[in-house]
């Protein structure tokens, strides 16, 4: 065992489902080896204002199935700069920290990259955003909840448009990224489905909803990546309505449903597992890196190569979506 002594826990950036089972395995894994955990609130905002408390086994009992995050999270503007930096550095050396772990995403992997070029503590990374926006893992917490709960609304969303013969244009979340669109699509059986990953062609959609009119295919649902780029939810609505005036068309922004509610159990075994995993980790001597899992095997991945995953999409999906919404 190395000699880290305390461990401070933070969840920064979009909260994301898994995020309080993650938490729970850390502040018990490191009671198990005689660590002391140390809860910091709202991420790198409550680390440079001293927003930390001394956590308590009992502290995470019952947390394991809710979303959100008991320690709160925020995106700090001021752990942008040199000085904000130093403050939060200051904070964990008055109160003994000798090693972080941090949950978040790729702009909370970034914030860390920036710490640690300056103050040299042990830190090891979970990947918690709902986006599954990240290398080094196949899984992010709170990505496999998002899905189902995008699914769970669309189902609905199909019914109203099946009963009213509509279409529908439903935007899930997914800033820069259309995982959370194409499994949610493929699952919901959606007619279109536009991402990020693929050069959206507005022609190409309206040829096939014009393709299905012909054939008396009433019902359309679209689903719609919120980071699709050139072709959004408002520019695709105004040119459906634009092209199929007598086609009865809404649109449904789901939002940030996606991000609340219980994680599921693969959620919570994923959280469970890397929050465990971290903690070994640093008992291990690792530090600066991401802990995901790779083919269900777990993985650590350097802070500085965790980057936005842009894996394209293959073309065979995208047909099959088309070819099983026939
Ligand atoms: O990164 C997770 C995410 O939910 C994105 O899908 C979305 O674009 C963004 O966060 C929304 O952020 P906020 O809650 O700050 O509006």
Known sequence: M??????????????????????????????????????????????????????????????????????????SKEFMTVEGRAKAYEQLRKLGIDALILIGGDGTLRGATAFFKEHTIPAIGLPGTIDKDLEGTDFTIGFDTAVNTAVTAIDKIRETADAHDRLFIVEVMGRDAGYIALNSGIAC??????????????????????????????????????????????????????????????????????????????????????????????????????VGTLNDNIAYTPFENVGKLNTPISEDKLKMIRVLSA
């Open 189 to 290: 059986g959606a007619e279109d489905i536009l991402i990020p990953e693929v050069e959206n062609d507005i022609e190409a959609v309206l040829a096939r909803i014009a393709y299905d009119e012909r054939r008396k295919k009433t019902v359309h649902v679209i689903v719609v990546a919120e980071g699709s780029g050139k072709i959004g939810t408002a520019r695709l609505h105004e040119a459906i309505v634009g092209r199929f005036p007598a086609l009865d068309t809404r649109v449904c922004i789901l939002g940030h449903i996606q991000r609340g509610g219980p994680a599921t159990f693969a959620d919570r075994v994923l959280a469970s597992r890397l929050g465990y995993a971290a903690v070994l980790a640093l008992l291990e001597g690792r530090t600066q890196v991401m």
């Open 2 to 75: 190395g000699s880290i002594k305390k461990i401070g826990i933070l969840t920064s950036g979009g909260d994301s489902p898994g995020m309080n089972a993650a938490i729970r395995a850390i502040v018990r894994t490191s009671i198990y080896y005689g660590i002391e955990p140390y809860g910091i609130r709202r991420g790198y905002q409550g680390m440079i204002e001293g927003d930390i408390f001394k956590m308590e086994t009992t502290d995470v009992a019952n947390i394991i199935q809710t979303g959100g995050t008991i320690l709160k999270t925020a995106r």
